[in-house]
């Protein structure tokens, strides 16, 4: 059989479809801060014009050498290139559905919604403090959530001084909301 028509065996990812991953939930918004939007679309840029074109540059390289099958720097080059014609993918569709939202514009404001740092008590004892941004932008590390994770969700159209009830794994767990902020504008 032709080689051509055989699939490669590193065509088949272990992790999945990112945007399996970071799905939205159906009929909402890719809701995202300026910054975040930035942020994606400066990725894009660097893999489409920096990234991509010298990749292509070393596949091509790496053809002309010969024989394709042992050819390190081909079959990564291949599968790198595969890798980031993915991302770019993913993140034309993400670019094209986002909605951003600009938070300063609730600055003042004791209401919790997309854009705010939220300080709670957890049940009468810990205090925690979360933000709230898009689902492509939040980082764990920073005290970012995402606005559909659990967390936020509860969070979402409170008040300073509401006693909510949060479901986790864990079991069912109270919370109050302390103190709202907002970038300035």
Not at 122 to 139: F, P, S, W
Not at 142 to 169: C, Y
Request: one cysteine or more; proline letters at 4%; aromatic letters at 8%.
């Amino acid at each position: 059989m032709n080689k051509a028509f055989v699939r490669e065996a590193d065509d088949t990812d272990d992790d999945g479809d990112v945007q399996d991953q970071l799905a939205l939930p159906p009929s909402t918004k890719n809701y995202m801060t300026q910054a975040g939007y930035d942020a994606l679309r400066f990725e894009f840029m660097q893999l489409l014009d920096d990234e991509r074109p010298k990749l292509v540059e070393l596949v091509h390289w790496a053809a002309s050498n010969g024989d394709r099958s042992e050819n390190g720097d081909y079959l990564y080059g291949k599968r790198r290139l595969r890798e980031i014609d993915r991302r770019l993918r993913f993140l034309t569709k993400r670019l094209e559905i986002a909605e951003v939202v600009n938070p300063s514009i609730h600055y003042g404001g004791d209401q919790v919604f997309f854009g705010a740092t939220v300080t709670y008590l957890e049940d009468g004892v810990i205090e925690r403090t979360v933000c709230i941004r898009g689902i492509d932008e939040a980082n764990s590390a920073r005290q970012e959530v995402s606005w559909v994770s659990p967390i936020a969700r509860v969070l979402l159209k409170s008040k300073v001084g509401d006693e909510l009830n949060l479901q986790t794994p864990a079991g069912l767990v109270q919370i109050e909301v302390l103190s709202v902020s907002y970038p300035k504008p």
